[in-house]
Structure formats: C-alpha cells, structure tokens
C-alpha cells in the first residue's frame, strides 16, 4: 500500500517508524517530513494544509491511505476535500472530518458537546471583544487560579491559569482585545480551576467502535519542577502507574464510551484518533480537553508500545470494522524525554549541526526539528530530538534514555532532568 502521512514532528516519525514495520506498507511518503523520517520513508516538500498540491501528488503517486499528524489540516477540513471529491474519494484519510475536528479547533464546542453528553468536565462561560466586561465580573464569581483559554488553535500555547484577579482580567483584555493569541483568542472559555493530577487517554476509532491505546502522562512546562512558560511538551511516560484497573474502568465508561457514542448521536464522522486530556481530582477523572489526533511528545511513548500492526489498524478504521481486530500492548514502560534549541518556547536559533546520533545505543530518537543540510542533520525548530526507551519500570527507561542524551549534542541544547519527578 501507498501511503502518505502529512506533518513534520517527533509525532510523525514515531507514527511512520511504526508504520515502515508494517507489511502493508509497500512506500510511505512524508509530508514535509523531517531528517528522522527522511532515513526510514521518502520526504515530499508539501504543506499539510495545502490541499489541492496534495491531491496532484495523491493521484499521480497512486497514493492508498493519507494519515493526518497535525491538528491543522483536520480542523481545515482535509477529510471533506477528499471526501467530496470524486478523483479522491476512494482514498481513506485517516482523521476526522471537519465538524469532528472542532472538538480540538473550538474550546466552545468541545464543552459544549461535554455537557451535551454527560461527559464530566470543568464549569465554564466563553466571552467575545463584545463581552469582555461580563468576562471579567464571570472571574470575579470564581476561586482563583482563573483558567483562560483561547478558543481557537494557538499551537497548545492558548491556555493561562493565573493566580491574581486584576492580572487574569488584564489578561482576558489581551486575549479578547488585542489578540494576544490571533484570532484563535477572538472568543476565550473560562473555566473554573481543578486541582488534581493530569494525564492523558488516547482512543482510535472508526467512529462506532474503538480501541483505547495505552495512557501517557506528559509535561509541558519548560522548567524543572513544572515551573516557567508552557511548551508543546517536554517529555512523557506511559504508561502512568497511577492509572490503575479501576481508574481505566471509569475512564472508559464515563468518558470513553459517552464521547463515542456522542459522536454517533450528533452523527459527526470520525475516523481517527481522539485524545482526551484528563486530570484526576479525587479519584475522579474528569475532561480537560480534547484533541483530534496524537499528542506530541506522547506519540513517542505510546506508539512505541503498539505491538499491532499500525497499518492494519488505520485500514480497520477506515473500513469501519474495528472491532474485528486486535490490539496488542507492550506490557513495558517507555519514556521519552525531549530535547530542544536553547531559548525555547520564545526566540531560539536554527541551524546547529547535531552529533552523536550513531552513538545512541539501546533507545530510539525521534526527529522532530530537524533537516537535511549538505548531508549533515541541523535543529530546524524548538522541539529538536525526542530520546525514547523502554524499561521494566519507568525509572529504568528514563535512566536509559538520559545515559543516550549524554552521547547527543547541538550548540545550546536544553532538556529537563526531572521527567517523572512527580509520580515517585
């Protein structure tokens, strides 16, 4: 089978390292790709969201099956382009369809369809330039920290929780006002704060039936101790040892079950990946967020762990027949620790030569801001490099891929010593 996966991250070298194993897989092309995908698959210099470039090179590659790594072409609507057009629609993309994606593309949908279906999830009131002044008298009724989040995509940067009143009123103005986040913040929900502890359940479905993949705790603050700017994530673990049989049961039937079924309710297409983000507050998990695909860096922890062939499962979702195939787990833990340009999540230099790659012995490193240059791999991004290893427990993996760090280098590169500090 052609396939062709669209995205440039770590998260789309974990999937296409996964799916180059299957015997499904005659060639894979990655679009645009990165230095990591260029050594197992064939990089194609396209924008994922550039969707008529992407028909011309799906019909002249014979292409059989297009996987969708990032949120933006989903929530553009790239399911329905290949779906209504009639050159296209005999090729299954593996992602949602436009209405679906807006469970990522819109905080105000995705709450909404929460308290449609029962599904638990923070209180919450969403706001526009027009309301901003009930905005703030709706903050003054909470119970600091105030959470605010950007209503559209803001690349997993669009969410402030602020401990002072006056200063989350400020902020909302930012938002709503001046566009602190685009027009991703042209409408904010705020919601009240959960105290709790965070972690993340990933479903395949073919929108009927489904398969929950391993769960994955990630952590997305830039300074050890959960401390300074948000990133797009620093590191993960699956899977969470708090996670126990009766947790999983909860979290299948309050929440897993119901957002499926919703979907058929409220016939939304869906044939993809939903991502829940969970926190857990008193034993109790409740919705944060969802996501229309995988999360990065937790791909790189919970890919690996998927014993099944990828490619099967992507056709099963395509053919709407799940439930006829099985799902295998590696019953290790995996770890992955992620390794990025110095300055990052704000201004950072591109362009430094990487070593050490040949030397990594006993874990696998992911690509996810780099390119090809005069035969050399140089950091092209914030996130550069994400280390994964496997291990008895997670302790034994994370040692393992930081003893594989220490053989890496690119001027200025930063990571976090601390991922897992908080589940010892």
């Known amino acids: 089978m052609v396939i062709l996966l669209l995205g440039s991250g770590g998260r789309e070298h974990a999937l296409a390292f996964k799916m180059v194993q299957s015997s499904k897989c005659s060639t894979l092309f990655v679009a645009p790709g990165n230095a990591g995908t260029a050594a197992i698959a064939t990089n194609i210099s396209i924008n994922p969201t550039d969707f008529n470039t992407i028909k011309t090179f799906a019909i002249q590659e014979k292409v059989e099956m297009v996987v969708v790594g990032p949120e933006d072409p989903l929530v553009s609507g790239i399911y329905d382009f290949f779906k209504n057009d009639s050159a296209l629609n005999h090729i299954p993309v593996i ?14 949908f995705a709450k909404e369809f929460l308290v449609k279906h029962s599904i638990p999830t923070a209180a919450y009131n969403s706001f526009t330039a027009a309301t901003v002044k009930k905005g703030c008298e709706f903050l003054e009724t909470l119970q600091p920290p105030y959470v605010l989040k950007a209503d559209g995509l803001a690349a997993g940067k669009g969410v402030l929780i602020i401990h002072d009143l006056e200063e989350a009123k400020t902020e909302l103005q930012n938002m709503l006002v001046h566009a602190k986040f685009g027009t991703a913040s042209d409408k904010v929900v705020i919601e009240e704060f959960l105290d709790g502890i965070e972690l993340s359940c990933f479903v395949l479905t073919d929108g009927k039936n489904y398969k929950i993949l391993p769960t994955a705790k990630d952590y997305k603050r830039i300074g050890e101790g959960d401390t300074g700017l948000n990133t797009g994530g620093m590191g993960a673990i699956s899977p969470v040892p708090f996670a126990d049989a009766l947790l999983l049961e909860k979290i299948e039937t309050r929440i897993v079950k119901p957002t499926v079924e919703g979907l058929q309710k409220d016939e939304i297409e869906y044939k993809g990946f939903v991502f829940i983000g969970l926190i857990i507050v008193k034993g109790e998990p409740i919705v944060i967020e969802y996501n229309v695909r995988m999360g990065d860096p937790e791909t790189e922890v919970v890919v690996p762990r998927i014993k099944s062939d990828l490619v099967e ?8 027949k799940l439930d006829e195939v099985s799902l295998a787990i590696d019953e290790r833990s995996a770890t992955t620790v992620m390794m990025v340009s110095g300055g990052y999540p704000e201004d950072y230099v591109k362009g430094y030569e990487i070593s050490g790659l040949d030397k990594v012995e006993g874990s696998i490193v992911f690509h996810a801001g780099t390119k090809l ?6 950091t092209n991004g914030g996130r550069v490099l994400a280390v994964t290893s496997f291990g008895n427990d997670f302790q034994e993996a994370i040692k393992k891929s930081y003893q594989n760090i220490d053989k890496l ?12 500090f908080d589940l010892l």
């Open 95 to 108: 992602g949602p369809s436009k209405v679906g994606a807006q469970l990522e593309g819109s905080k105000e």
């Open 313 to 320: 499962l992507f056709q099963a979702v395509a053919d709407g």
């Open 373 to 378: 240059e005069n035969g050399k791999v140089v």
């Open 409 to 420: 280098h690119f001027d200025k590169m930063y990571f976090r010593k601390d991922i897992g």
